[in-house]
């Protein structure tokens, strides 16, 4: 029973959140909404309301509450027999900012369902909660495919070097390309001596992956690591089916002032996607030898004015 005593303004509407009818309720609960970051109580009441039209309006108020009671009636609402309701506890639960709700999630994370534990590890996610590395590390094994891709999440943020020897072993191996898409980009934050040796290998191996998306993120994270040995890699993605996959690989070798990309990229001059000319025209400026000047003199003949621009820049 609640028995707070409440603002005014809001004290009127409170016999209505125990009315018979729930639509009284429902409308109610909105019209207090404003109010759930300083009484979330009542909005905890409302998840555990017989209608699920209240249980969706308390969730939805309750987005982003670190209230330890309102993140644990969120994980709750996880679990609930209607889906918008499931749905929006989620959206809630990744939306919390404030490390005060991380205890609660890091207690619920342990025995919960499937559903749920993604839920929590999305809620875990923008809090970069350090005690948060061990479960989501072993969470990276889990058989529910959308529990390891938000455990893939949380370690992204939290950025620990620890964890990039399994992001890299998901980027190359997990059998879901939407894990191996985000695993290959988590492991951008890898940096420096102390890089496993397992890093670039997973990435080049992710460039080859069946699914594009894979290989343009894999791409674009050897684009801010740019290592050497990455070349050779690359210059093969210069070929690739995915005009997205050979405009990333173009700024990278462009990046690396690699000259034997010069014959990829001449040839990525004539391609019908003007964002890939324009990125090949690029990467031809920079790396700057004989063969690349010539071919962005061609290119000053381009249909689109920001390839000609691009060329023109760099002739002087």
């Given at each position: 029973m609640i028995t707070t005593s409440y603002d005014?303004?809001?004290?009127?509407?409170?016999?209505?959140?125990?009315?018979?009818?729930?639509?009284?309720?429902?409308?109610?609960?909105?019209?207090?909404?404003d109010y759930a970051d300083e009484y979330p109580e009542l909005?905890?009441?409302?998840?555990?309301?017989?209608?699920?039209?209240?249980?969706?309006?308390?969730?939805?108020?309750?987005?982003?509450?670190?209230?330890?009671?309102a993140v644990d009636a969120l994980?709750?609402?996880?679990?609930?027999?209607?889906?918008?309701?499931?749905?929006?506890?989620?959206?809630?639960?990744?939306?919390?900012?404030?490390?005060?709700?991380?205890?609660v999630l890091l207690r619920r994370l342990a025995g919960a369902a499937p559903d749920a534990?993604?839920?929590?590890?999305?809620?875990?996610?923008?809090?970069?909660?350090?005690?948060?590395?061990?479960?989501?590390?072993?969470?990276?094994?889990?058989?529910a495919a959308a529990v390891r891709r938000e455990a893939v999440g949380v370690l992204g943020y939290l950025k620990d070097a620890r964890a990039l020897p399994q992001l890299a072993r998901r980027a190359a191996e997990d059998p879901e390309a939407s894990i191996r898409q985000a695993a290959a980009g988590a492991l951008a934050y890898a940096s420096g001596d102390a890089v496993p040796d397992t890093v670039v290998p997973a990435l080049l191996r992710a460039l080859r992956d069946p699914d594009w998306q894979v290989r343009q993120e894999a791409a674009v994270t050897l684009g801010k690591l740019q290592p050497p040995e990455a070349v050779d890699g690359l210059l093969a993605a210069l070929a690739d089916t995915a005009w997205e996959v050979r405009?990333?690989?173009?700024r990278v070798l462009g990046l690396l002032r690699e000259a034997r990309a010069v014959p990829g990229l001449v040839d990525a001059l004539?391609?019908?996607?003007?964002?890939?000319?324009?990125?090949?025209a690029g990467a031809?400026?920079?790396?700057?030898?004989?063969?690349?000047?010539?071919?962005?003199?061609?290119?000053?003949?381009?249909?689109?004015?920001?390839?000609r621009k691009t060329a023109a820049r760099y002739l002087g």
């Open positions: 005014p303004a809001i004290a009127t509407l409170l016999p209505q959140l125990t009315h018979a009818d729930p639509a009284v309720r429902r409308i109610a609960l909105i019209g207090i909404a909005f905890v009441e409302g998840s555990r309301d017989a209608d699920a039209g209240v249980r969706l309006e308390a969730a939805r108020a309750l987005e982003g509450s670190a209230d330890a009671g994980v709750d609402l996880l679990g609930d027999d209607d889906a918008r309701v499931r749905e929006a506890a989620a959206v809630s639960l990744a939306e919390i900012q404030d490390a005060a709700a991380a205890p534990r993604a839920g929590i590890l999305a809620g875990l996610r923008k809090l970069r909660h350090a005690p948060a590395l061990a479960p989501a590390l072993a969470s990276l094994d889990d058989a405009l990333q690989a173009a004539g391609h019908p996607v003007v964002n890939l000319r324009k990125e090949a031809l400026g920079v790396i700057g030898n004989r063969a690349a000047l010539a071919a962005l003199t061609a290119a000053l003949d381009d249909p689109d004015v920001d390839v």
